[in-house]
């Protein structure tokens, strides 16, 4: 039976967004500031710096009042000109808008197709390469949110440089902060996020940094733009200020986001991440499951198959909503119904992922799933007691 309004706590286990800190709450409920004042260009001057840390990047960062498609469409219209050929790693829903948007804007897009599920192969990124050496961009995610795939971006990037000098250009919405994704030592060229991933904000702010040759390339785009006109962001930026009118009150919550991931320190918070990644994954692999990603699992959520014996899975999403105040993501395009995604990027810790998974058993067991209750949350809670154990 749900519980009566007065004592129901929501809580939210999609990709996106994603949990907000009370301390993060806190800050963005004060009055906001005026955006062309120096308390706010101290501010965004700090932002600026705290992005890239994260991004490890000597390169400038941008913050723009958008969601995460605005700093992918940024990318397109600033970098590439009308009937530049690039190549799109089209492996779920998100790859697939890439292509969309390069095509929108007037690219060639050559598409490499992956199956849902499975990581890219750098042999065929290779491959497409070779057959099209005018290739000036390649555009793929680090995390593919839609399958719960990792597409491995170092091997990836290094395959790129060897064969082409395209672009290396990365969707890391739902990887930045999650994983390592040191830019500049990898030579990625362009990569983006968004707030309502593991910044542990509402959505509304999308970032983005460019390497210095990703710059260079910028001088020869002659795609129209105006609000996603990074021209105007430098003009902005002389001043310590943005362009347009910024999402203020965001970019203040960011500003404590940041301050604390870097007295934490990078590589804590991608094992922190690792770890309740793997104790998902065996959680609900403990009840039965088959996890979706067949090869390279992402650390920022994990797509799971519905059982058969249960016909209709979007009952899994409703149930858990419904019953217990979860919401957890299902499945997009051919997979609805087929497939459920938890999430464990962000402001989660090892009693949310154990919550989860004890939600979940009860809503499989009640439409009918061939699953014992409690073998999920056991076998996530040995892994989380043999981490401690080992001072993991």
């Known amino acids: ?63 723009l009042s958008s969601s995460g498609t605005g700093a992918m469409e940024t990318v397109i219209v600033n970098l590439f000109a009308t009937g530049d050929e690039v190549i799109a790693i089209d492996g779920g829903k998100f790859g697939e808008r890439w292509g969309k948007l390069a095509t929108k804007f007037g690219l060639t897009v050559h598409t490499l197709k992956v199956e849902w599920g499975q990581a890219v192969s750098p042999d065929d990124i ?113 001043g310590g200020e943005t362009a347009w009118t910024p999402a203020v009150s965001l970019i203040c919550g960011l500003d404590v986001v940041l301050t604390q991931l870097q007295k934490v320190g990078l590589e804590p918070v991608f094992k922190h991440h690792a770890k309740l990644a793997e104790a998902t994954r065996r959680g609900v692999k403990g009840l039965g499951l088959e996890l979706f990603a067949k090869t390279s699992p992402s650390d920022a959520l994990t797509a799971v198959h519905v059982p058969k014996e249960i016909p209709e899975g979007k009952k899994i999403v409703s149930y858990l909503r419904d019953q217990f105040g979860v919401t957890i993501a299902g499945g997009q395009d051919q997979w609805k119904g087929k497939i459920f995604r938890i999430a464990h990027l962000g402001f989660y810790d090892e009693l949310d992922m154990l919550t989860i998974l004890a939600a979940l058993e009860n809503t499989l067991k009640a439409l009918g799933g061939h699953i014992e209750l409690g073998k999920g949350v056991a076998a996530a809670s040995q892994y989380f007691l043999e981490g401690r154990n080992h001072g993991k």
């Open 1 to 63: 039976m749900k519980s009566h309004p007065l004592f129901e706590k929501l809580r939210i286990f999609a990709p996106g967004p994603t949990p907000v800190p009370e301390l993060v709450l806190s800050e963005m409920a004060r009055s906001p500031l005026h955006h062309r004042t120096k308390e706010f260009v101290d501010v965004l001057t700090r932002v600026k710096s705290g992005l890239q840390y994260l991004f490890q990047t000597k390169q400038p960062s941008y913050v």
């Open 126 to 238: 290779i491959k497409l390469l070779k057959a099209h050496p005018k290739t000036r961009g390649v555009l793929f995610q680090a995390s593919e949110t839609s399958t719960g795939v990792y597409h491995p971006v170092k091997e990836i990037a290094d395959a790129i440089h060897k064969n082409s000098d395209a672009l290396v250009i990365v969707d890391a919405i739902t990887a930045l902060g999650v994983v390592d994704l040191p830019m500049d030592k990898w030579g990625l060229d362009a990569v983006i996020s968004g707030s309502q991933k593991a910044l542990m904000l509402p959505p509304g702010l999308a970032f983005l940094a460019l390497s210095q040759k990703a710059q260079e390339q910028r001088k020869r785009s002659n795609i129209p733009n105006f609000y996603f006109n990074l021209d105007a962001e430098d003009k902005a930026a002389l």
